[in-house]
C-alpha cells in the first residue's frame, strides 16, 4: 500500500465524494444493499446440503461487497473506463454460471472460510443482477425507471435513469435504518481472477485492476452512506413517484427486488448443490429456472450504459490514497476504513448539516425531524404504511393514531 500525505489524501477523498454527488457519474448503491438485506431476512431455505442463509448471515461483510461489486468497472475513475465490458458481463448469467462451476470444481464441500466467503460474496452479485433487470426494465414492461420516466418525465426513460438510480441511493439513505452497514469489504481478488479468465478464455483484467476498482467503490460507498441523505428533498421534488413507490412498486420496488434476489438465492443454491446442468441458462437471471417446465425465451437485449461527460476527465489514481486499509487475507482483500479517513466524511456530513440549518433558517416552517417516532422489534414489518387519526374512543380527543 502506498502512503501519501494525508492532507492530499483528505482532499482527493472528499473531492471523490462531492464529486459523485454534483455530477451523478456513479450510483453506488442503487438499492442494492438495503435489497440485499431485506431478501436475506426473508430467505428461508428448506432443502440443500449447506445452510446457505447462515453462510450469509456469517459472512456479511463479503455479502455486502458483492452486492454492490458488478458496478466496479464502470466509473471513468477505474482504471480510465478501460474495463467497462467487465462489468457489463458481470451482471448477466453467463457470469453467474462461470462462478457457480468454478466453485464446484475448486472449493469441494464442506468448505473452508474462503470457499464461504467466496459464495457469499456471489450471493450478493446474483441479488444485484436481478435487481438491476426489474429496477432499469431490462427486457421486462413496466419497470421500476420505465414507469417512474412515463409519470414524472414525459415518457423519457433516459431523465428517470439519471435521476432514479442516485435518487434512489438518497432515498434509501433517508428512509431505511442502515445499522446493518459493514465498515469493511472482503474481495475474492485471486477467484474473480480466475473466474474472469475461464468466462473470457483468456487474461482480460488483472488482480490489481479488480482491488484498485473495487477500492474505489468502497470509498465511494462510504461517502454515500453519511452525507447523500441531505439530498432528499432536492430529488424527492424531481420525482415523487420515486418517493412515493419507492419500497412498495410491484415491479423494481425494494420489495420486489427483494423477492428476486430471494428468488434466485435459491436457485443458487441448488445450482451449488446440484450442478448447472438440470438448469434453465437464458442471459437474463430473472428468468433462470431449474427443475422446472422450461420456457424459452428470445433474450437479446443487454444493459448498456451511457458514458458520462466526466467519465473520462476526473482519472487520478485514488489507490495511492491511504484512504482505507487494504489487508490480504487467504485469496482475497478486506477494505476497512481508516479512523482519520471517517472524521474526513464525517467533515463533509457537518458542512452538508450546516448547509441545511442555513435552509432552515431562511424558512422556519420548513419540518427537518420527526415529532414522535414509533417502532417495533421485527424487521420489515410495514409498521405506519397506513394510518388513521379520529376520536376512536368518543373522549373528544380527535388525535389519537391508530397504525
Not at 266 to 288: A, K, R
Request: glycine share 6%.
Amino acid at each position: 500500500m502506498i502512503n501519501i500525505s494525508k492532507i492530499n489524501t483528505v482532499f482527493l477523498f472528499e473531492l471523490i465524494i462531492v464529486f459523485n454527488a454534483i455530477t451523478n457519474v456513479t450510483d453506488i448503491y442503487k438499492c442494492v444493499i438495503p435489497t440485499a438485506h431485506r431478501a436475506l431476512e426473508f430467505f428461508n431455505q428448506i432443502e440443500g446440503n449447506v445452510n446457505y442463509r447462515e453462510l450469509l448471515q456469517k459472512h456479511p461483510e463479503a455479502y455486502q461487497a458483492g452486492s454492490v461489486y458488478p458496478d466496479a468497472f464502470y466509473q471513468g475513475i477505474c482504471e480510465q473506463g478501460k474495463c467497462h465490458e467487465v462489468s457489463e458481463d458481470s451482471h448477466w448469467t453467463p457470469f453467474l454460471k462461470t462462478s457457480i462451476n468454478y466453485i464446484r470444481e475448486v472449493y469441494p464441500q464442506p468448505w473452508d472460510k474462503s470457499a464461504q466467503r467466496l459464495v457469499a460474496f456471489l450471493f450478493g452479485i446474483a441479488s444485484h443482477m436481478v435487481s438491476d433487470v426489474s429496477w432499469h426494465s431490462l427486457n421486462i414492461d413496466q419497470g421500476f425507471l420505465k414507469a417512474m420516466g412515463e409519470v414524472d418525465f414525459y415518457g423519457s426513460y433516459a431523465e428517470a435513469h439519471q435521476t432514479g438510480d442516485f435518487g434512489g441511493d438518497v432515498l434509501s439513505r433517508y428512509e431505511l435504518n442502515f445499522d446493518y452497514l459493514e465498515a469493511k469489504w472482503y474481495i475474492p481478488v485471486k477467484d474473480l481472477f480466475n473466474i474472469y479468465n475461464l468466462y473470457y478464455g483468456k487474461t482480460i483484467i488483472e488482480e490489481n485492476t479488480i482491488t484498485h476498482c473495487t477500492y474505489i467503490l468502497f470509498l465511494e460507498m462510504y461517502g454515500e452512506s453519511l452525507g447523500i441523505d441531505k439530498l432528499h428533498s432536492t430529488y424527492a421534488s424531481k420525482s415523487p413517484f420515486l418517493v412515493e413507490r419507492f419500497q412498495e412498486y410491484f415491479l423494481g420496488g425494494v420489495d420486489d427486488m427483494a423477492y428476486w434476489s430471494t428468488n434466485i438465492f435459491h436457485l443458487i443454491s441448488f445450482m451449488l448443490d446440484n450442478g448447472t446442468s438440470d438448469c434453465y441458462l437464458p442471459e437474463n437471471p430473472i428468468f433462470i429456472q431449474c427443475n422446472t417446465e422450461r420456457r424459452e425465451k428470445n433474450i437479446k437485449l443487454r444493459k448498456h450504459w451511457q458514458k458520462n461527460e466526466f467519465d473520462g476527465d476526473f482519472t487520478p489514481s485514488v489507490m495511492r490514497a491511504d484512504g482505507a486499509d487494504n489487508i490480504t487475507v487467504d485469496s482475497g482483500v478486506v477494505f476497512q476504513m481508516n479512523s482519520w479517513a471517517k472524521g474526513s466524511v464525517l467533515f463533509v456530513s457537518n458542512v452538508m448539516d450546516a448547509m441545511n440549518m442555513n435552509f432552515t433558517v431562511q424558512y422556519p416552517n420548513h419540518i427537518t425531524s420527526p415529532s414522535t417516532s414509533y417502532f417495533v422489534s421485527s424487521p420489515y414489518a410495514r409498521l405506519g404504511w397506513a394510518m388513521v387519526t379520529a376520536d376512536l374512543n368518543g373522549d373528544g380527543n380527535y388525535h389519537e393514531k391508530t397504525l
